[in-house]
């Protein structure tokens, strides 16, 4: 019995040698990026060519899902020498003088500033309230948001005709039928009610 265990150790260990050479990567494909370059995808997901085909594994991409940019991936093995690498990436929806988010609220780093030019801006004091501000930002899609500046009273936000001014993300909410029937250059919400302003 112990000559066959030290047999199978044996053919195990041939096995891992040979296929540390044999197959080989060829050729890597890769699709959707565009803040990352192809490169910084490769060497995201360890993948080059001359690399052991049967090594790429999901332990060893682990740096690819974990990049702020990358809201997917998949690597896929294609017999018997090619890797098809495809991602898609978050998009920046708002920015700060430092740093753009995507909607889900991940902080995307090395953002190209010609890339960040036209979108909202979130400023503020006091506890960030970055999450919120996104959602004020989905609420009021299409309305041409500009500025969302947060502050322990509340949120200012300026749109593209009209300035409102809201406590909270839920006061908004729960006084939208209100909001959307005033007109005016400033509207306020309040638990109790909606005003405006020429």
């Known amino acids: 019995m112990r000559a066959f265990w030290m047999a199978l150790s ?8 040979v296929t540390r050479f ?5 050729t890597v494909e890769v699709t959707g990026h565009a803040h990352l ?5 490769m060497r995201l997901a360890n993948v080059a060519p001359g690399d052991p085909l049967l090594w790429v594994t999901r332990f060893g991409v682990r740096a690819l899902a974990a990049e702020p940019w990358v809201l997917q991936a998949r690597v896929t093995r294609l017999w018997p020498d090619a890797v098809a690498i495809s991602v898609v990436e978050r998009e920046p929806v708002i920015r700060d003088g430092e740093r ?17 030019e036209g979108l909202p801006t979130v400023t503020g004091w006091g506890t960030p309230r970055i999450a919120e501000a996104l959602e004020l930002l989905g609420m009021l899609a299409g309305r041409g948001v500009r500025v969302i500046t947060y502050g322990p009273e509340g949120f200012e936000v300026v749109l593209a005709n009209v300035e ?18 005033q007109r005016g250059s400033r509207v306020a ?9 020429p």
């Open 10 to 17: 044996g053919f195990l260990v041939a096995l891992l040698v």
């Open 22 to 26: 044999w197959p080989a990567i060829e």
């Open 37 to 41: 370059s192809r490169s910084e995808v």
């Open 100 to 116: 753009a988010w995507a909607a889900d609220g991940t902080a995307l780093p090395r953002a190209d500033p010609a890339r960040l």
């Open 164 to 181: 409102l001014f809201t406590p909270s993300v839920d006061a908004l909410r729960t006084q939208w039928s209100a909001f959307e029937s």
């Open 189 to 197: 919400v309040y638990p109790w009610g909606v005003s405006s302003a």
